[in-house]
């Protein structure tokens, strides 16, 4: 199955959170992840698929609202959220697909949903050693120094 058949079937299946979990046949095995789940494949997938459509910025943002809704204060539910925004900052910054520099996901969301945001993240960073196969990756600290020399505009945990 295609990775743009994936975002589809998540969208008629009222699966969007399984999608940006990379859950069950929403996984995405990328060699250059050691084996998990490659949010940005995900992500290109949706993106080419939501560009085809109208109101494709509105349609990412109320999906984005969604699943960010269903999140928890979890190791894996934390790591998911940062991978997401990290996919959609690359994603802004190249202006790729049909985003430019003016969008803004997080400029989006309300109060209460940046907030939920800092938690995760700040769980995120205390609990980084739970993160499955953390100890083959970079440390949080030096991959949060990446993603905003990526142009990542927020300080993730004043959220």
Request: net charge negative; charged share 25%; hydrophobic share 40%.
């Amino acid at each position: 199955m295609t990775i743009i058949g994936k975002f589809e079937r998540a969208v008629n299946n009222n699966e969007i959170i399984a999608f940006f979990k990379g859950e069950g046949d929403y996984f995405s095995p990328n060699e250059f992840c050691w084996g998990n789940h490659s949010y940005m494949t995900n992500w290109m997938g949706m993106m080419a698929n939501l560009e085809k459509g109208e109101n494709f910025y509105q349609l990412l943002v109320k999906y984005f609202k969604l699943y960010l809704s269903s999140l928890k204060e979890d190791v894996l539910d934390a790591w998911g959220l940062f991978n997401n925004l990290k996919c959609f900052y690359i994603l802004q910054k190249d202006n790729s697909y049909f985003l430019t520099q003016h969008d803004d996901l997080i400029s989006e969301l309300t109060a209460e949903e940046k907030k939920k945001i800092g938690v995760l993240c700040r769980y995120l960073k205390d609990n980084f050693d739970k993160v499955p196969d953390s100890a083959n990756m970079r440390p949080f600290d030096e991959q949060i120094k990446i993603v905003k020399a990526n142009g990542f505009p927020y300080d993730l945990f004043s959220l």
